[in-house]
């Protein structure tokens, strides 16, 4: 028999982060959930960036065993070869493809959806995945902020740029992949580029990865024309080589509630494979508030000028 989850007690579970975030909310929600079927993706394509480790490599892994045909985007390209052949050992030797895609670098974004494009007949799926949480500020190459480049420049010229092979497919969908650690966050009102106080790593992750589910409901109408969903979703806290270089010391106190990569990925992959409302924010199969504090809460005036920037940053336009 499935034991359904109850919606209060899931949102309770969510409330105390700790056991929601790790495997134990993993574990409690995913009885009552259908298995997907396992060709639920056969015909379809994704592209996956920061597909070479952690998570983004177990949703890679996760959409080639539905049946996808998988591009692993990565900025090194053995790194990438080796995740490859690690998702073709367990997925019946169905091995990815692998491109070069640095989404901190806009021309080299540019560079690699140029050729993509022409050469792709359709994109059905993509997934921002790569993620970055520095010790110290660092830049991309055109000089923007490296957690503004990488967690929505990026994404936002990558998503433009790909949307003519997505609008060849009959439903494209977009998946963000944030963070709980956004919740703690508003969206900066001005100074975008975190050039002024004092910086911390992590509150530039956090206010980025916070950017990105302010701006879903707005790329979701962007693109609600051309048939291309765009969805957001936070995989839970998880053991991954990101965590263990970045946060040692939450990976040490924490390590045993951890989820493991497939199950921060598992969301991700339901959100490809299952249609669901564009321009929300997902978590274990689940849509969740945008806010649980009230002082993070963002105008629409806000939200505005949060795109207006990041558009003309990330080159295209905001109308
Ligand atoms: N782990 C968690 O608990 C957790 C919680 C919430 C959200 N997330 C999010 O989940 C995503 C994956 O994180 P993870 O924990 O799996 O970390 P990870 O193991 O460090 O993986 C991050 C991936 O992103 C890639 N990447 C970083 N910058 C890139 C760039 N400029 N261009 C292309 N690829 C780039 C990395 O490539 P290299 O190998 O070349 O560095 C790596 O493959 C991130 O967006 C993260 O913010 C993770």
């Not at 959806?113 to 500020?137: K, S």
């Not at 911390?200 to 790329?219: E, F, S």
Request: charged share 20%; hydrophobic share 45%.
């Amino acid at each position: 028999m499935v034991l359904h989850l109850p919606v209060p007690l899931d949102a309770i579970l969510d409330r105390t982060v700790v056991l929601g975030y790790g495997r134990t909310g993993f574990r409690l929600r995913h009885r009552s959930w259908s298995p997907l079927p396992p060709d639920a993706l056969r015909g379809r394509t994704a592209a996956v960036t920061g597909a070479n480790s952690g998570i983004g490599k177990a949703i890679a892994a996760g959409l080639t065993g539905l049946g996808a045909a998988v591009t692993l985007l990565v900025r090194d390209e053995s790194r990438g070869a080796a995740a490859a052949a690690q998702i073709a050992a367990v997925t019946a030797g169905v091995t990815p493809e692998v491109e070069r895609c640095d989404v901190s670098d806009l021309a080299d974004i540019r560079r690699f959806a140029t050729g993509f494009v022409q050469r792709t007949e359709r994109l059905d799926v993509l997934v921002h995945n790569a993620g970055v949480l520095p010790a110290a500020r660092g830049e991309s190459p055109q000089g923007h902020e490296i957690c503004l480049a990488t967690h929505v420049l990026g994404p936002l010229l990558l998503t433009e740029q790909l949307a003519p092979a997505m609008t060849r497919a009959a439903s494209g969908r977009v998946i963000l992949v944030s963070s709980g650690g956004m919740y703690t966050q508003t969206v900066p009102d001005g100074d975008f580029e975190y050039r002024t106080g004092e910086y911390h790593g992590a509150t530039a992750y956090a206010r980025t990865k916070r950017m990105q589910v302010a701006l879903t409901p707005i790329l979701s109408d962007r693109y609600a024309a051309e048939g291309i969903s765009v969805h957001c979703m936070h995989p839970g806290w998880v053991d991954t080589p990101g965590v263990a270089t970045s946060l040692p010391r939450f990976r040490a106190l924490t390590r045993p509630l951890l989820r493991t990569p497939a199950q921060g990925a598992d969301t991700a992959v339901w959100l490809a494979a299952t249609d669901v409302a564009s321009g929300r924010f997902w978590h274990d199969r689940r849509a969740r508030p945008e806010h649980y504090l009230r002082r993070t809460a963002e105008s629409a005036a806000a939200a505005e000028r949060v795109w207006q920037y990041c558009a003309a940053a990330a080159g295209i336009s905001a109308a």
